[in-house]
């Protein structure tokens, strides 16, 4: 008897500081997100607050502008949306946002910068976040094959557009998890900011830098593989070692969230063409804005060598 009061005990321990605290988490990460938008005065996002001026003002540019809210649907049926800026080009990028965020918050100035040189710019709203649909992020594991479908949609509407991806943190993630699959002539090349190395690289990574047990995260792993059947120990590297694009990395050096290592092992790994842009000073997704000018001449001199 005594024996059976221990395993219940021992279960009861389990449950309480391992099973539960495992599926908050889970939920917390992988579940939908409530994003607020730039313009949002609730919105503190520290890494962004020296720009948030410049960064207000080139949204307005771009809502002036006018644009046309698209949605198409996922492999798995979800509702995606985006907002598409059409300078009627034949030129067109399509814009892959981070984690946990509003599109315009990581991409506001560098959509307005491809406005500026014609391109049509589709900013698009990754699954469980914002205006798309879907209960679970899949922290570019799941959204690769949502960025394949945009790109169809693009080229279902004109087929002489020429594509370029961008994508930033998750969103670069996202783009080289899809980087050894994409054959898509009409796509000449990507361009990928800071983006980690896998998710559970990732949740390593801020439970170290938040001071939290990293106990809990081979629960969350299982439950990724049971609802979302993906590994999230899958790492970008290993398609990158394939990739079939050019691709131009970005990278700030005082970035706290995924660091210029991990930008620089996702480079290194990449076999395809490829050049390393490493901005001083920069933070979490901020390289565009620290350094306008070395950013766009190096986007300028990519864009001329493989666009």
């Known amino acids: 008897m005594i024996l059976l009061y221990i395993v219940l005990a021992v279960i009861l321990l389990v449950i309480i500081f391992w099973i539960a605290p495992g599926i908050v988490c889970y939920r917390s990460i ?145 783009l080289a998890y899809l980087s050894d699959t994409l054959t898509e002539e009409r796509v000449p090349c990507m361009m990928i900011d800071c983006g980690f190395i896998s998710a559970e690289n990732q949740l390593l990574s801020d439970a170290k830098r938040m001071h939290l047990p990293p106990l809990l995260i081979p629960y969350i792993r299982w439950l990724c593989q049971k609802e979302q059947k993906i590994d999230i120990r899958e790492k970008t590297t290993e398609h990158l070692r394939q990739a079939k694009k050019p691709i131009l990395f970005f990278h700030g050096t005082a970035d706290p969230t995924v660091s210029l290592e991990e930008g620089r092992k996702n480079y290194e790994a990449c076999s395809s063409e490829k ?8 933070g979490h997704t901020t390289a565009f804005c620290t350094n306008e000018i070395q950013v766009t001449t190096a986007m300028t001199d990519f864009l001329q060598a493989y666009f």
Not at 150 to 167: A, M, N, P, S
Request: charged fraction near 30%; proline fraction near 3%; include cysteine.
């Open 275 to 282: 050049k390393f842009v490493i901005v001083e000073g920069a």
């Open 30 to 174: 992988f579940g939908r997100h409530r994003v607020l938008p730039l313009d949002d005065e609730k919105l503190i996002k520290p890494a962004i607050e020296p720009f948030k001026e410049r960064m207000l003002r080139d949204y307005r540019y771009l809502r002036d502008r006018g644009y046309e809210r698209v949605q198409v649907k996922a492999k798995d049926g979800v509702i995606l949306c985006g907002d598409l800026y059409d300078n009627g080009s034949d030129r067109t990028v399509i814009m892959v946002h981070g984690f946990n965020a509003d599109p315009y918050v990581n991409l506001v100035s560098p959509a307005r910068w491809f406005c500026d040189q014609g391109f049509n710019v589709l900013v698009i709203c990754q699954r469980a976040h914002g205006c798309s649909g879907g209960d679970r992020c899949g922290m570019g594991l799941r959204e690769k094959d949502d960025v394949a479908v945009w790109l169809d949609e693009v080229l279902k509407r004109d087929g002489k557009q020429r594509v370029l991806l961008y994508g930033t943190s998750m969103g670069g993630s996202t």
